[in-house]
Structures are given as C-alpha cells and as structure tokens.
C-alpha cells in the first residue's frame, strides 16, 4: 500500500438499507474529504453475509491500505476480517463486533450501557411495573445481543415483564410483523422497546393499524436527527438513544494508524437520550 503517498481506504458496509448506515458512510466520506491523500472504495453487502464476506476478501486482494468494517454478523465475518489482519492490514471494526481480537481497532458505542440507560428510562415512565414488548435486533449481530442484556439489567429488581419478544433483525418491516403478533396476543401492552428506531417506528405503525398507539409508548435506538429524534418531536417516538456511527472517528484513526501511532484496541463513543421533554439537544448523557 501507500502508493504515492495516497491513502486507500475500503470500506465494507453490511448494507445500506437503514438510514443510519447511509449516515456513516456519509459520515465517512465527509471527514475523508477533508484529506486529499485518502481515496475511498465502498462496498456494500446489501444485508447478504456471504456477500459481505466476499467484499472483505476483494478488498484484502486489493490491497488496500486500511480495511473498515461494519459486520453483518459477528460469526461469519470474524475469519476473513482476522484473515486480512493477519496479512498485515490495519482493520478497524465498526459499530457490530466480530469475535475474538484479530482486528487493530473496535469503534463503537457501548450497546450495554445504552440498553442499561433504556432500561432505567422505561423503569422510570412505567412506574416499576407493566407489560414490555422487546423487538430485538439481529441477535447474532453484537448491539442485539448487548441491547438486550443491559435493558434486562436496567429493569432488573421492578414489576416490569417482557410480555413478548421476537428478533425483528433490525428492520423495519420485520417488526412491523411482529408487532401485529404481539397485539394479537396481549389485551395490554404498556410499552414497546425497539433495539433502533426503524423498529419502533415498525411497531408504531402497526399499533395504529390496530387502533392501539395511544395504549403503549415506543422507545427506539439511533436518534438521526431525521429520523429518530424527527419521530420524537412529532410524537411518535417517547424516547431513542443516541447511536453515533463512528465514520469521522474510523477516518481520523486510519490517519493515526497511517503515521505509525498506535492506536487503542477500543474506542468507544458517547451516547445520549432523546425525549420529548429532553429538546432538540436531547437530554442524560450516556458514556
Ligand atoms: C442499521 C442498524 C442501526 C442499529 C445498528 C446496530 O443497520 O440496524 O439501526 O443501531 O445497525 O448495529
């Protein structure tokens, strides 16, 4: 790599379906901007695991400078993405974890502490007790995993019960499903917790399908200005947590990597709630 004093950064992105992962790729592009050195190769998986792998091992035979990577799912990714490391190219993950540590740097926000603060938020509202429905994200993927653990330790010690929970694998129309199962099953539903936003928003919809919405509160994760924290000021949303994408931050460590810094195993980033009566700027801060 470093031919000619450029910068070649590839990115495999597990897909672009959700607005979020369109932001970090934007996000991406807006900070490598700002250094003409870097040029960029995107890839994007289109949600497919296989494809994703393929992408990594594109990217590895083209010898790229730096690999980014946000996985699919942690499992089958962790081999080609040790595989690249082994070869000698720095790898920074992103938000989804692989398995193991054959990788430079992980950036990401902590998921357990951002289900923790939900959990604590929904103990709060729902007064220590009430009927949940938990629609989880891809639970073979990190953030669903850690998600849900910490919501159950955020609620741990109250009245409140998980009522009904389903892996709606992070999108929207999934949830959307699962949702109209949920209300089929239960009389009452006090609250609904969606592992991101186009779940609870998903959940929304089917509620009001059902004549239901005004019954439950919706509580979503990532908190795009327009989208999450949009729902919220229209009053779709109760609350969602702040979900940064890491792409201005993966850019600046590639840059350190490139001039021979070391750089940490971990870099986590900040979170914050959203509510209605937190504002624009949202509210508790989450680090
Ligand atoms: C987008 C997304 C986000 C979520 C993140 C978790 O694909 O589902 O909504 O916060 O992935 O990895």
């Not at 908190?223 to 779709?236: D, K, M």
Request: hydrophobic fraction near 40%.
């Amino acid at each position: 790599g470093g031919k000619g004093g450029k910068l070649v950064i590839g990115m495999s992105q597990c897909n672009l379906g959700e607005p979020w992962r369109v932001q970090m790729n934007a996000d991406i592009a807006a900070a490598a901007k700002e250094h003409p050195e870097i040029e960029l190769i995107f890839k994007d998986a289109q949600n497919d695991t296989l494809k994703q792998r393929a992408h990594v091992e594109e990217l590895v035979a083209q010898k790229v400078d730096v690999l980014l990577v946000s996985p699919k799912e942690a499992q089958p990714l962790t081999e080609p993405v040790g595989k690249a490391f082994d070869a000698g190219i720095p790898v920074i993950v992103l938000d989804r974890a692989v398995l193991g540590e054959r990788y430079t740097t992980f950036i990401g926000a902590d998921n357990k502490k951002i289900g923790r603060a939900a959990g604590e938020w929904v103990k709060k509202v729902l007064g220590g007790k009430g009927k949940v429905v938990e629609l989880k994200g891809l639970m073979t993927s990190t953030p669903g995993q850690d998600r849900s653990a910490g919501f159950r330790e955020g609620i741990a010690g109250s009245e409140i019960e998980i009522a009904f929970e389903a892996d709606m694998k992070w999108l929207e129309p999934e949830a959307r499903k699962e949702m109209d199962s949920a209300l089929a099953r239960l009389s009452k539903i006090d609250l609904v917790y969606a592992h991101n936003d186009p779940g609870a928003h998903g959940a929304y919809l089917a509620a009001r399908a059902a004549g239901r919405e005004k019954e439950m509160k919706f509580v979503g994760i990532d908190a795009l200005p327009h989208e999450g924290v949009s729902y919220v000021e229209q009053g779709i949303l109760d609350a969602t947590f702040q979900y940064p994408t890491g792409g201005r931050e993966a850019v600046e460590t590639a840059l350190r990597i490139r001039k021979g810094e070391a750089v940490p195993k971990r870099i986590t980033l900040g979170s914050r709630r959203f509510t209605k009566e937190d504002g624009k700027k949202g509210g508790e801060v989450i680090e």
